[in-house]
């Protein structure tokens, strides 16, 4: 119909005749909306900009102060004949001797002499490779050429039975074979930081079975992994089972050879050796791989790492009564911090050396004679620091001698670790001839992206910044490459601190609050008398509030562990800067105090190993926060077992100050369970567990403080109401679903009757003429016996409609045209209703096709007098394009499946207008068609249940009509739709939760209200949740609202397409159905809302006909 207001138009309802409902309503809105605009932008803004805080002097000036203590002391060097260094010399001179004439007296005992293996002229280039430490992969990598064997530190030797710990990496063995690499896994007795003699000496001097495990374990780790071989790295041995350690490693030399695969054994100097029979075992062991490196190790007083005469005098000796080739050379490129008066020396990178000087504001150090390995001192904290380092200079030095030895090739110790231009120096001439690429090549010493760490504790600090340094090389009187370093590089660096007392030590737990977890955590602790830290998640904290203030009420500390808990690495930095702000301006709205500790979340947050990594650390430093690192990480978080991470903590305890563990995010149970054994462990062993700091906020609330809490409180209450409304939503949706399947197979077809009382068919048509004709054809084909008129009521249309009827009614006297000017469709049928001659009325659309026996299913059950009302089964008949495909789907499941259930509760809330038919004396009793809504076919419905009528569907009364075929018709098509149900329910509101009318006041409508108007207006709002949540990570927690949503949409789609004896692959449709319905219907569903309270009225409008509906017979 046009959209013109008819003449003589009545009241409808929403009209405003006054016109005053929407200025007030309009102004109110703007009024509402300026202030919640301003209010957002200035909670946004308490958001972005960080809140104060202080960061305590000590954070603030820890370089500043270690550089100021570093210039009071500056490194020593000393090289008189008195020094405790030649010292060293002298006596490494001493020893070698003596081992020299052990090994020559053993070698002549030993006759006859057994034939030693043949090695391979080739030069070997092995690189030790670290599992967990990122640089050592990365150079792996970067320097995959130039090697020719890697060794990971994969297997461990762990009890005496054979059982291995394994600890294999796949991207090794990837990289090894893409490249060609040979991969010789290090077999070991290593057991965290203890060597574990026994587990080797057992299986030596056990039965054959045991020995024959331990090979077979082996070989399954080796084939897995398709190595080449296995270097064996035994420790601490007693010699006095030397001979059961030769027949074990020739033993599982010949089963590793006829797995043809080598055996390779290392060799480190010392009295290490004294179990090994070189002499014996030079005919089964491939290669061995003498490590000269060490020479002072990390328990020792500081010194040299592998000085010239130690390194060269073992060297000699080792390869003296031995086949050279059959020997590799290890070589060293690491450093050794040593604390003067410490227990024990922190192994360091190259770089790290570097940093470390250069922070300490080292001027210079050397690699000359005597020993060729370079050293400084410095001072933090009170504490005199030895840092001694193998470098590109020590390394020429010791690679030239061994090619002069004709060893078999070199190991490089370790990757990762090295000086960098190492690799470059590969090719230098035996000679040391520096000319001019040479000295580019190795006296600039690049400041690299490597980071490097200063400082002992699990408190950091960022410094990003990176620079070159210098050295100067040279070649001394005794042709040895020598080198002053002039000026240290300076690579980004982590400042540690906060180690503190061995003693002390501190209980953290990160990802809360959990409202099943924490509570029980918090009563473990307070019934210890212990305080700990608690790394709040925003989200979570402002979920559980309560749970926020009673950590703080019970003397717990509060840390920030951002807000939606993202991976930091991977984050833009305002996103980053928004979680610390959100999050702190929480805390501070929940407890009324500040938090200066943060710890950002993942493994690559906590432990940066890429320039970008340290961004989030950067940014949380430049907001004065404590960052606020681990060294003792049980891994509770992927449940071990209770006795796992017990035994974890126990391992790592020397490593650090600070325990993490964790009271949300999944199944605390184990650490529930660990948590009080963790703390009788620390007691045990005399330990103090200490809280960490958190200041209190500032006295008097700031207007930036209070902006920020008011908004946190209505952010709260907003969340909680779509959650609660996502739990609502889901949960009535469940049962919607349930109580429809059960409604609708149970619905029972009518049996037929023989019925053929009169009807009068009334069609109202505006512009039909495209389809007008074969919707009447296909109603005069009909197979109903009793006597039909079909009355149209032409509604002033402007095309042939006329012209068409008059032709079928020259031909067939059932059809009866009436003209009237346009008045709209409701007046239209009035008419027709009024003109109809028989106690049956037939509503069918002008575009409706029939099939034969559509009558005569549609009006037998007219043959029981309680029915009032019938409805037909109206299907999309014009499936051209998805959209109308999309509809057919939404036909079949939502309106025809509906009603198949509502048929069993008398609760059909729509007679169509497509196909239906009511007793023209209901419709009397009814009041008649009402012109005040747009859905006449709706009201009149409603008014036939307040009169008591039952109202049926029949399936078999099939009817197809003409749907929309693009979306822009399909919009105004449902906003009418929309519009006319709205008014309808509001009409009819008293009729609601109404028990008078049972299942249609408690079920039937209420289900309109919530799933057809109030659902789909706030979809767009839990649509922008979701959306927003997708960078944060909430979506987990919505997910399975959607999954839900989803999967009941599916099942009704499947069981209608089954009811209807339809394809049942079709179903599927609902999905990507939704992602185009969702939308369009809320904008139909708004508009609707907005026209109602503007009062506006809304006319029929017309569909553009296409008469692309099939005829079916």
């Known amino acids: 119909m046009p959209e013109d207001v008819p003449p003589g138009l009545t009241p409808f309802v929403f009209s405003d005749p006054l016109g005053k409902r929407w200025p007030r309503l309009r102004t109110f809105l703007l009024i509402t909306g300026v202030l919640v605009f301003f209010a957002t932008v200035l909670f946004v803004e308490t958001l972005f900009i960080a809140p104060r805080m202080t960061a305590p002097f000590s954070l603030r000036q820890l370089k500043g102060q270690l550089k100021s203590l570093q210039k009071q002391n500056p490194a020593v060097q000393s090289s008189t004949p008195n020094s405790l260094l030649w010292q060293k010399f002298e006596a490494t001179k001493q020893a070698t001797k003596k081992l020299a004439k052990q090994t020559m007296a053993v070698s002549s005992s030993a006759t006859p002499t057994r034939p030693r293996r043949k090695a391979p002229d080739n030069e070997v280039r092995l690189a030790f490779y670290t599992n967990g430490d990122p640089y050592s992969y990365s150079s792996l990598e970067q320097h995959a050429s130039q090697i020719t064997h890697v060794c990971p530190e994969w297997m461990s030797m762990v009890n005496g039975v054979g059982d291995l710990q394994i600890d294999t990496d796949a991207r090794v063995s990837k990289l090894a074979q893409n490249k060609g690499i040979a991969l010789m896994p290090l077999l070991t007795n290593l057991v965290g930081d203890t060597w574990q003699p026994e587990a080797v000496e057992n299986v030596a001097h056990g039965p054959a079975e045991r020995q024959e495990k331990f090979i077979a374990n082996v070989l399954v780790v080796l084939r897995d992994a398709k190595a080449a071989g296995v270097v064996v790295d035994w420790e601490q041995l007693d010699p006095t089972y030397k001979k059961d350690f030769t027949e074990l490693l020739e033993k599982f030399a010949d089963a590793l050879h006829r797995d043809g695969r080598q055996l390779w054994l290392s060799v480190s100097p010392g009295q290490e050796i004294d179990y090994i029979d070189f002499e014996e075992l030079s005919a089964h062991i491939d290669r061995f791989v003498a490590l000269l490196f060490d020479e002072t190790s990390d328990i020792d007083s500081p010194g040299p790492l592998a000085s010239r005469m130690w390194f060269e005098g073992w060297l000699h000796v080792l390869l003296e009564d031995s086949d050279p080739k059959q020997w590799i050379i290890a070589l060293g490129s690491y450093g050794y911090d040593w604390v003067i008066g410490g ?32 050293y400084f001192y410095y001072e933090d904290n009170d504490k005199e620091h030895a840092v001694w380092f193998l470098d590109v200079v020590t390394f020429l030095n010791e690679l030239r001698e061994v090619r002069k030895q004709k060893a078999g090739g070199f190991a490089l110790y370790r990757l990762g670790t090295e000086d960098t231009a190492i690799w470059d120096a590969l090719a230098v001439a035996p000679d040391f001839r520096l000319d001019l690429p040479t000295r580019s090549l190795l006296e600039v010493l690049r400041g690299t992206d490597t980071i490097t760490d200063v400082g002992d504790g699990e408190i950091v600090t960022v410094d990003e910044s990176r620079a070159d340094g210098m050295r100067t090389l040279a070649v001394d009187k005794d042709n040895y490459l020598t080198a002053n370093y002039t000026k240290f590089p300076e690579f980004p660096t982590l400042y540690h601190q906060g180690a503190g007392d061995a003693h002390e030590v501190a209980l953290t737990f990160d990802d809360g609050p959990d409202p099943e977890w924490t509570p029980k955590i918090l009563d473990v602790l307070k019934a210890a008398k212990i305080k700990a830290a608690f790394f709040l998640v925003g989200v979570n904290a402002e979920r559980y509030p309560n749970l926020v203030r009673r950590i703080v009420d019970e003397g717990h500390e509060i840390g920030n562990h951002t807000y939606y808990h993202p991976n930091l690495a ?196 505006y512009n039909e003429g495209k389809v007008i004709a074969a919707t009447l054809q296909s109603l005069l084909k009909t197979d109903y016996q009793g006597e039909l008129e079909v009355i149209v009521i032409d509604d002033g249309s402007g095309d042939d409609t006329t012209a068409e009827v008059e032709k079928i009614a020259a031909t067939d006297a059932r059809v009866r045209l009436i003209r009237q000017d346009n008045r709209g469709k409701a007046r239209a049928l009035q008419r027709g209703i009024a003109t109809a001659k028989h106690k049956l009325i037939v509503f069918i659309d002008a575009d409706t096709h029939c099939q034969r026996h559509t009558l005569r299913h549609l009006l037998a059950p007219f043959g029981n007098p309680d029915i009032g009302g019938v409805s037909g089964h109206a299907k999309v008949g014009n499936l051209r394009s998805f959209i109308a495909r999309c509809q057919s789907l939404e036909y079949t499941v939502g309106f025809n499946l509906d009603r198949r259930a509502y048929t069993r509760w008398n609760c059909i809330t729509v007679l169509p207008g497509a196909i239906s038919a009511i007793r023209k004396t209901a419709i009397d009793r009814a009041g008649g068609l009402s012109l005040d809504t747009l859905a006449e076919d709706t009201d009149l419905t409603l008014n036939l249940h307040k009169q008591r009528l039952r109202i049926v569907y029949v399936p078999a009364a099939v009817a197809w009509t003409e749907a929309p075929e693009t979306v822009r018709a399909l ?27 049972r299942a249609l006041g408690w079920f039937s409508l209420p289900s309109i209200w919530f799933f057809q108007i109030i659902l789909v207006a706030i979809t767009p709002a839990v649509d922008l949740f979701l959306i927003l949540s997708l960078p944060f990570g909430a979506w987990r927690d919505l997910l399975p609202f959607v999954i839900v949503f989803l999967a009941t949409d599916v099942i009704l789609a499947t069981l209608a397409c089954v009811l209807e004896r339809e394809n049942v692959l079709q179903a599927w449709r609902i999905i990507p159905m939704r992602l185009i319905y969702r939308p369009m219907l809320s904008y139909c569903i708004w508009k609707a809302i907005v026209r109602s309270v503007k009062g506006a009225w809304v006319s029929w409008g017309k569909l553009e006909r296409t008469a692309s509906v099939p005829v079916r017979a």
């Not at 938090?595 to 430093?621: C, H, K």
């Not at 739709?977 to 009318?997: E, I, S």
């Open 343 to 374: 227990k024990k020396a922190e192994l360091i990178s190259f770089p790290e050396a570097m940093s470390r000087a250069s922070n300490a504001e080292i001027d210079s150090a050397e690699v000359s004679a005597p020993g060729y390995n370079a």
């Open 570 to 765: 991977l984050c833009w930095p305002e996103h980053i800067r928004l979680e610390l702000n959100a999050t702190q301006l929480l805390i501070q709205t929940l407890t009324g105090r500040a938090t200066t500790l943060f710890r950002p979340p993942y493994a690559a947050d906590t432990q940066p190993a890429r320039l970008a990594e340290l961004t989030p650390l950067q940014i949380a430093q430049d907001q004065n926060y404590l960052v606020v690192l681990e060294n003792i990480d049980p891994q509770d978080w992927a449940r071990p077992g209770a006795d796992v991470i017990l035994q974890r903590v126990k391992q790592q305890r020397h490593d650090g100050n600070i325990i993490l563990l964790h009271d949300a995010g999944g199944d605390r149970s184990q650490t529930l369970e660990a948590l009080p054994r963790i703390i009788e462990y620390l007691q045990a062993r005399n330990d103090t567990i200490v809280p960490l700091r958190m200041p209190p906020l500032p006295g008097g609330q700031t207007m930036s403080h209070y902006i920020s809490s008011t908004g946190f409180r209505i952010m709260h209450a907003l969340q909680e109401f779509l959650w609660a409304f996502m739990v609502v939503a889901t949960a009535l949706v469940v049962i919607r679903t349930l109580i429809v399947i059960y409604l609708a197979y149970r619905f029972r077809r009518s049996a037929p009757v023989d019925f053929a009382e009169p009807a009068s068919i009334v069609i109202a048509a």
């Open 971 to 997: 919009s105004r098509q449902r906003f009418r739709w929309a519009y006319g149900t709205l008014q309808c329910l509001w009409k009819h509101r008293d009729m609601v939760c109404n028990w008078r009318y």
